[in-house]
């Protein structure tokens, strides 16, 4: 079983697209909200059902529910508002957090725990310590959600399909994010020699501040982050072993300890099985 914690439109979003990837037989929604997760379970439902799909969505508002999960999504939390930076939501947020991991701990203590509530690093670092889980099982969505945006912008910029882009975020999931052009590629080609420096950074700028763009224009980001979450969630369903950027908990990683920040990853069955430290030079080390 697959549980998301949270019922609004990202965690509703998430279990659509985790079903549409039959990644699991069974999907519990969990919310606070009485009637919410009920309700976004049967909406789905029945769209799951036309289409043929043999996944059953649940909700509920109660956390011992959450029995057998092995793998629990935690969206739950305040969401940025027009004008907000993700840092704005921190202190709100990780009491959310600390609670939401502790009934994680209590009915779920074989899971592995895929935070997503912003501001995400800390978030992350949150469910690492209260759980008190080793830092394989704590798997961040952040780089992920920022990768897909970057892949976007350089097809935009170069026209070419979508499907040969290869690109690559890590840092932190906000303002100071990493986009690496020498890390990203077309069909194999390196986008430096495809696009002019001034256009690279163009693009960086772009991948920094388009959520906010986003929301200023809709009010959330919902369908980019639930395919981010369904990705890093098939990548341990199925043990594909992907290469993905998630925020992992540094034990000398990249010459820093005791934080939790986006690197890239290669994710399976066990969650984080190998932290890959790239060879940054020192303006991306910066």
């Keep these: ?70 793998i629990v999504v935690v969206v739950a939390g305040s969401g940025r508002k027009p004008g907000m930076t993700r840092m704005d939501l921190l202190k709100v947020n990780a009491s959310v957090v600390k609670d939401v991991t502790e009934n994680i701990k209590k009915y779920a203590n074989n899971s592995i725990i895929v935070p997503v509530t912003n501001p995400l690093d800390p ?28 892949k976007q912008f350089i097809h935009e910029s170069t026209g070419f399909s979508r499907d040969s882009i290869r690109a690559l975020v890590i840092g932190e999931h906000g303002e100071n994010m990493v986009p690496l052009p020498r890390f990203s590629s077309v069909a194999g080609i390196p986008l430096m020699s495809l696009l002019s420096k001034e256009k690279i950074d163009e693009l960086v700028v772009s ?30 369903v199925r043990d594909t072993k992907q290469v993905i950027p998630v925020a992992t908990y540094l034990d000398g990683e990249y010459g820093f300890s005791d934080v939790t920040i986006g690197v890239p990853a290669v994710v399976g069955k066990n969650g984080i099985e190998k932290i890959i430290e790239l060879d940054l030079d020192s303006s991306e080390k910066e």
Aim: no cysteine; aromatic share 4%; net charge negative.
């Design 123 to 150: 978030m992350a670092y949150v469910a690492f310590k209260v759980s008190g889980f080793s830092k394989n099982r704590i798997v961040g969505m952040g780089n992920m959600l920022d990768l897909s945006r970057f």
């Design 207 to 236: 991948t920094r501040e388009v959520a906010a763009k986003v929301i200023e224009l809709k009010g959330a980001t919902v369908h980019a982050p639930a395919n981010g979450i369904s990705a890093i969630v098939e990548s341990i």
């Design 1 to 70: 079983m697959i549980t998301i914690v949270g019922a609004g439109k990202v965690g509703g979003a998430a279990a659509i697209s985790i079903a549409l990837r039959n990644l699991s037989d069974e999907i519990l929604l969990l919310d606070v909200i009485k009637g919410l997760p009920e309700g976004e379970a049967m909406d789905i439902n029945h769209m799951l059902s036309e289409k043929g799909i043999n996944v059953d969505v649940r909700g509920s508002n109660d956390y011992s529910d959450i029995k057998g999960s092995e």
